[in-house]
């Protein structure tokens, strides 16, 4: 069974920077789109960011297209999350998923990993 594991999630202050990752366990994961969502406390999973197969192009939710970068490496079956100038706000449950989709829902995100916390001082 394909797993994905976030990490790197934890306590920073605010003003840091911080990469997220997500690793597939095993299949073919240069086929698959790969999306980063969020739940922040008392609020529903909202999109993040997406990243097509072959890494050439992103999207990005309104709130974080300035401070976020979606990244992959198809030969570690890994997608990045690097969060810059973090804000207390951006504390939150992250999640990483697996789809068929370019999309900004999660309809089309067949695979979802367990989810990191990140938690912002101010």
């Known amino acids: 069974q394909v797993q994905l594991a976030e990490s790197g999630g934890g306590l920073v202050q605010a003003g840091e920077s911080l990469t997220l990752s997500c690793t597939a366990s095993?299949?073919?994961?240069?086929?698959?789109?790969m999306g980063w969502f969020r739940r922040a406390p008392g609020k529903e999973r909202e999109f993040v960011a997406v990243?097509?197969?072959?890494?050439?192009?992103?999207r990005y939710a309104d709130s974080v297209k300035d401070r976020f970068t979606i990244s992959r490496d198809n030969a570690k079956n890994t997608v990045f999350l690097q969060i810059d100038t973090v804000k207390p706000e951006d504390t939150a449950v992250y999640y990483c998923?697996?789809?068929?989709?370019?999309?900004?829902?999660?309809?089309?995100?067949?695979?979802w990993g367990q989810g990191t916390q990140v938690t912002v001082s101010s």
């Open positions: 095993r299949g073919t994961f240069s086929s698959w789109y």
């Open positions: 998923a697996a789809g068929t989709e370019f999309g900004t829902t999660t309809r089309g995100y067949t695979l």
């Open positions: 990243i097509r197969p072959s890494g050439g192009s992103m």
